[in-house]
């Protein structure tokens, strides 16, 4: 046991104890992405639990039109800016598209994210092959977040940005892929794009908190892209997301806006869910 040297004592960093405590008293989880220390000291300042420097950079950030793109050494950067404007939320970081192919290279990527970004989590898109690299990684000692549903780095395989589990089985496989996931030891689960029900059936299932982004009203947290819910990208938008500068004086108010409404459950709403 050390003495940490916390900058501010009034509020304690959140950890997966704390995440954990949330679950159990079903207080909802306030998620948003970063991926830069201006952003991320106002994330902090609007009490943001959880940051996530997701590889959704590549498309807001790069202006790509996938995360395909997005290299290792460019989550450390983003990752590394972040966690300097931080103090409080817990910090993931994306492992991005192929930089976990074997379980020894997702070590080494995770080792990058945490040493060289600072990152305390690491997420990977999951399932199948996945499952054994998440149980080498916690293994280890790494906290993971199995990200499951609609999987970005998988639109060229899998035909584009959809719902997914929709159909029986692909909910099947979906919810037993979680549990999985879970028995091999992931902290978090992160569900994107699929319907509500399914949503809900998963995070009753599960231990570990689930974080939903178009999952429905039901999971743990709610995460949204930044850019996204502060109207900055241009363009159609996904039907969960939500225009929080609407009505703000400011992006800390808006950020404020958004964690309020994740706490309190009047976000996500019917119109925003699956
Ligand atoms: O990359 C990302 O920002 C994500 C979120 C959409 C959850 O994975």
Known sequence: MYTHLQRDVSRPPVTLATLARMKADKEKIAC??????S????????DTDVVLVGD??????????????VSMDQMVYHTAAVARGLNRPFLIADLPFMS??????ALAHSVRLMQEGGAQMVKLESGGKQTEIVEFLTGHDIAVCAHLGLKPQS????????????????????LDDARRLEAAGADLVLLECIPSALGRTITEQLHVPVIGIGAGPDTDGQ????????????GRKPRFVRNFMDGATNNLDALQRYV????????????HCF
């Open 32 to 37: 948003l992405t970063c991926y830069d220390a």
């Open 155 to 174: 639109v060229h395989k899998t035909g584009g940005f959809r719902v997914q589990g929709r159909e029986r089985d692909a909910a099947a496989r979906l």
């Open 56 to 69: 959704s950079l590549g498309m807001v950030v790069q202006g790509h039109n996938t995360t395909v793109p």
């Open 260 to 271: 309020r409404a994740v706490k309190s459950r009047e976000y996500p709403a019917p119109e």
């Open 223 to 234: 995460i949204l892209v930044v850019y996204d819910m502060l109207d900055i990208t241009t």
């Open 100 to 105: 976990y192919p074997s379980q020894e290279l």
């Open 39 to 46: 952003f991320a000291v106002l994330e902090d300042a609007a």
